[in-house]
């Protein structure tokens, strides 16, 4: 705020002999001017020249102060995500009141349970998980890269970045204990590869949920392939039988969805750059589609064997496998519509009548597939170019999605309005975007609902319950 000279007027001050020239000031708030090569410090309240970062030792850039606002501004946020009395996702929205009108006839059950998760969501407070191990001398010293549960929420898949180059897989037992703690523990057998890992869908072979199916990039004269992996294959104490292990030659796959219909019994498909491959896992029988963009996020319907398909042009289609042809003009194509940038996620609601779909330019839109129609928008994800998944509660009635911020941002699935926004435990960066899973039954049927985080090499829990317990280990559970 500065004062500037406006006019000067003339005052005739009574009883004075003479009139008095005042100079008025009127107070009036200026924008600050953005001068080429300066930045202003609102703290010390003057410009500093921004020096060319590649040639000084410790440069003055606009990039720098840039994550200094960010992390100052995360900081101011984690204390404020810690406080007692956190700002209702609603105004006047609370358990109490809730209960009140739901007693009171106002307030349908399924209304009453979803605004009951937005609450509860909004109360969640961090705690610091520690992952048991046969190995108890080995810590988890690998930044997480990837983290996938089951459809029960059991079992976690993880991915770790080594230090050496390539990565490490295993699989994460959770299970709630009797006094409403979280357990975790790691499986016995970890297995390293040095290919990047692009994408990993559980698989339902033998049993639900039964085997990974993991997408390897090729290296040096080694193809690309896809892996089709037991799960008890990673732990020495199940004595089954690891079952179907097999892999398939597949140029490098961008993405991968494993199909659960019946009519496509033990299909999976892979989206490469600019073709989808269907492949039966047991015959190995293979139909190519052609599809003139790369395929970057896919996800099969339940109720008929038809895939959905996101692509780097911003187009969304799907493939009816029931349908023949192949050809160039891409007849094939049951249903199109298009995103304004490359389409990093997609999600099928469970009438599969609509479909979730996030992009690079940040935007997350709800599409009714009948008239292929966006009708909806969630404001406030973040991303520019990285490959960010959606994640749809719809029991709960709830979107996640972190952003290239590291910001975990929750959203009401019905109306759009963002409920929390959750800042990172570590300051951001490229490497340091956390991994979400988020469930009502963390670790089964009994299981606990809450969120659980992944950044770096630290794994969190979000509780509902406000008076969580940290699990203190088998002599902890009484």
């Avoid at 963002?418 to 049927?445: C, E, M, Y």
Wanted: contains cysteine.
């Amino acid at each position: 705020t500065y004062f500037l000279l406006h006019q000067q007027k003339h005052i005739i001050w009574p009883g004075a002999r003479k009139p008095l020239y005042v100079a008025v000031l009127l107070c009036q708030t200026i924008s600050l001017i953005e001068l080429p090569g300066f930045y202003f410090d609102p703290e010390k309240n003057r410009y500093f020249r921004l020096l060319p970062g590649h040639n000084n030792c410790n440069p003055l850039t606009r990039e720098m102060l840039e994550t200094k606002e960010q992390e100052k501004k995360r900081a101011k946020l984690l204390v404020e995500d810690e406080h007692p009395n956190k700002k209702a996702p609603r105004t006047g929205l609370n358990t109490a009141l809730l209960l009140q009108r739901r007693h009171l006839g106002m307030l349908p059950s399924s209304s009453y349970c979803r605004l009951v998760h937005e609450v509860k969501v909004s109360e969640m407070k961090r705690h610091k998980l520690e992952v048991q191990s046969s190995d108890s001398n080995s810590p988890n010293t690998d930044n997480f890269r990837l983290i996938v549960a089951d459809s029960a929420c059991e079992q976690v898949f993880t991915v770790n970045d080594v230090s050496h180059g390539g990565c490490k897989y295993g699989i994460m037992n959770f299970r709630g204990c009797r006094k409403g703690s979280l357990s975790v523990e790691m499986c016995d057998n970890l297995y390293f590869t040095n290919r990047k890992m692009t994408s990993v869908c559980w698989a339902s072979v033998t049993h639900s949920d039964s085997h990974v199916l993991l997408c390897l990039v090729g290296i040096s004269q080694t193809p690309g392939c896809v892996s089709l992996l037991p799960a008890s294959l990673f732990s020495n104490s199940n004595p089954d039988q690891p079952g179907m292990l097999c892999s398939f030659k597949i140029s490098t796959a961008w993405s991968c969805a494993w199909c659960l219909n019946p009519q496509a019994d033990k299909t999976f498909s892979t989206g490469l750059s600019r073709h989808v491959i269907v492949t039966d896992a047991v015959t190995g029988r293979r139909q190519t589609y052609s599809t003139g963009s790369d395929v970057l996020t896919q996800q099969f319907a339940l109720r008929a064997p038809v895939l959905f398909n996101g692509c780097r042009s911003g187009e969304i289609f799907s493939i009816d496998l029931r349908q023949r042809g192949r050809g160039r003009d891409h007849s094939w194509k049951t249903c199109r519509f298009y995103q304004d940038s490359a389409v990093t996620s997609v999600r099928l609601l469970q009438d599969e009548n609509y479909l979730l779909a996030a992009d690079m330019l940040g935007k997350i839109k709800l599409w009714d597939v009948r008239v292929k129609r966006s009708v909806k928008q969630y404001e406030g994800h973040h991303n520019e170019y990285a490959y960010l998944p959606l994640h749809l509660s719809e029991q709960e009635g709830l979107l996640l999605a972190v952003g290239q911020d590291c910001y975990t941002r929750l959203w009401s699935l019905r109306d759009g309005h963002l409920i929390r926004t959750i800042p990172s435990p570590h300051p951001a960066g490229k490497d340091s975007i956390p991994n979400v899973v988020f469930s009502s039954q963390l670790g089964g049927r009994r299981g606990l609902p809450g969120l659980l985080m992944a950044v770096q090499r630290d794994l969190y829990y979000y509780p509902y319950n406000n008076d969580y317990q940290d699990w203190t280990g088998p002599k902890g559970q009484g």
